[in-house]
Structures are given as C-alpha cells and as structure tokens.
C-alpha cells in the first residue's frame, strides 16, 4: 500500500496547504485530522509527524536523517502513539497518562517531540479529560496530532484545542482512476462496497476477498430455495476469514444495482448473479431501498456496539431477506 500522501491525489491539496502553514510558522500545536475513514487519514498524519521530527528543513521528511532513520525503525523516543485496544476497541486514561510523562521529557533528537493519537472518538470520559489537560497546557515545541472520523463525537473542549483540518473523499471518478492504477479489478464496485474509502477498497482486493463473492451468492440463493437455513449460512459467514463487513456492503450492492436497473440505469458492475437479481425486481424499490438501509445499518454496528452478536444479527436478517424476496408486490 502507498506509504506518502503524495500518492493520493486527494490529499496532495491538503498536504500543500500544511506545509505551507510549516514555513509560514502558523502551525498550530494540535491538529484534528477529521474525515471519511480509509482516505488516508493515518498516512497524512505519519508524513506530517515524520516531517516535523525530520532534522532537514521544511516539512517533507528527507528519509535518510538519524530521526528519520528511528522513526522507520519505530523507536524514535521524541514520538508517542497511541491508538484504541482491548475489545471494546477504547482509548483509557492509562493510555493518555503516558503523553504527561513523554512531555515531561527533553526532547532526544533535539527537533521537538510528536503525539499521534488516532481514532479519538473512542476517548473514554476520563481519558478525554486527562487529554484535554495536555492540550490546555502544551508542552514547548510538541505537535499533537488526532484522527477522528467522527469529530463531533469529540468532547467540544477538545475540538475547540484542535485546529481541525477536514479530509475529503476523492470523487467516484479520482478512486476509480487510482484503484484501477493500483491493478484493482472491478475498481467501481470495491469503490461502492467501501461506501468511499479508497484505501479499504485497496486493501480487500489485495486480501482477494473477491474470491468469495460467488459463494456470498449461492449461499443467499440457498436461503430462498430453502436449502440452507439462515443460521447455517450466519454460522458459516461467521467462520470465514474476513470481517462481515465486506459482505454486508456487497449484500447492498445487489440492491443497489436492482433499484438502478428498475430505474433505467446500468448498476455498478454486472458482478451478481442474474438469477438473483430476476427475483429482486419483482419488488418494489422502496423494499429494497428499506433493506438496503437496513444492511448498512448493521454493518456501521459491527465493532462499533458493545456486547453485540454478528451471528444472530445476520441470522435475523437472512430471515428477513427470506421474507423480502418472497413478498408479493
């Protein structure tokens, strides 16, 4: 996968306006990298702490300093990173404590010291208030930089110590140039299953979850057929190597590509089976619109939603999908 932003063009204005910012000296001492998740929120702030830690001048890294050198080798001791753990997937007050005991240190390299924290919305109420007193009291020549993609999930105190800067989706044009530039087949439905994230689309092509794709469709022709019950297909998605996540935005791409047929339009891609979308157009399109939701909704759920069971939640919307299909207009 890319390592520079440079190589999403997306980005590329962004990055411009930061190192602007850098050798103008209006670098703030906290930035909030707020956006879509998979964008290349991570690589934006990476290049812009290795850039501020670099010994050279300006804020593109040189990539050959001794900090630059550390950083690759992940034992810079000027740089913290901290980021969710445990499952509930949290950021604890433990955690936090280290940046008061990382500020309190000189610097090694003598350029300054960084704080990555990514994914802050999963903040707990103590950690969020521990942060906050770091970012009232900035320790000299230190960058904080946040990842959130949900800024406003963020305690407002927090966000009012953070300069946020707003990371865009490439347009469904830009992706699919670059992911078919990366070598991704059937570039505009990864595009579309991601709901736009560029580098997750990236990511499943090069896991070749594809490879699973006719099996997701024989086993929801199998639920209609009744030769498979929707607990035996919920256990069996439930075993394979790969989030349920894929599966549901795929799952929603064959409505997707329904409604857009029943409209005139051409779909997506023609990636699904034929017979399956024979049975859905006999359905109004405000049905599917309904489940199509409905599948989105739990795929938002999964990993987000404590104490929560995928395979009874994908049970019951098998058996849901069972009744969709056989409805009657």
């Not at 670099?54 to 740089?79: K, T």
């Not at 900035?138 to 949900?150: D, I, M, R, S």
């Not at 199509?292 to 069971?309: D, M, P, T």
């Amino acid at each position: 996968m890319p390592s520079s932003v440079l190589e999403y063009p997306w980005l590329q204005p962004i990055w411009a306006q930061l190192q602007q910012r850098y050798e103008q000296q209006r670098l703030p001492h906290a930035l909030l990298l707020g956006g879509a998740q998979g964008v290349g929120e991570r690589q934006l702030a990476q290049q812009l702490l290795q850039g501020f830690l670099c010994r050279e001048a300006g804020l593109q890294a040189c990539g050959q300093c001794r900090s630059c050198q550390l950083l690759a080798a992940g034992s810079h001791p000027d740089f913290l990173a901290l980021q969710p753990e445990g499952a509930q997937q949290s950021i604890r007050i433990d955690s936090v404590r280290q940046i008061s005991e990382f500020s309190a240190n000189t610097a090694q390299q003598g350029h300054g010291k960084a704080i990555l924290l990514e994914s802050a919305e999963r903040l707990n109420v103590q950690a969020a208030n521990a942060l906050l007193k770091n970012l009232e009291e900035p320790p000299a020549n230190t960058l904080f930089v946040l990842t959130c993609t949900h800024p406003q999930q963020l305690m407002a105190t927090i966000r009012s110590r953070c300069q946020l800067v707003k990371l865009p989706k490439p347009s469904t044009e830009q992706a699919i140039t670059w992911l078919t530039e990366q070598g991704v087949k059937q570039a505009a439905l990864l595009w579309f299953m991601t709901q736009g994230s560029p580098l997750q689309a990236l990511q499943w092509h090069e896991q070749d979850w594809q490879q699973y794709w006719p099996k997701w469709q024989q086993d929801l022709l199998a639920t209609l057929e009744a030769e498979q019950l929707p607990q035996q297909v919920a256990e069996r998605w439930q075993g394979w190597p790969l989030p349920l996540t894929p599966i549901l935005h795929w799952w929603a791409g064959l409505l997707h590509q329904c409604t857009r047929q029943q409209l005139g339009g051409q779909g997506e891609a023609s990636h699904y089976d034929e017979v399956l979308l024979q049975r859905l157009h006999r359905l109004p399109s405000e049905r599917l619109f309904a489940f199509y939701r409905q599948l989105l909704e739990l795929a938002a759920q999964l990993g987000s939603v404590a104490n929560f069971n995928p395979a009874m939640a994908i049970e019951a919307l098998l058996i849901d999908w069972v009744r969709l299909v056989k409805s009657q207009r």
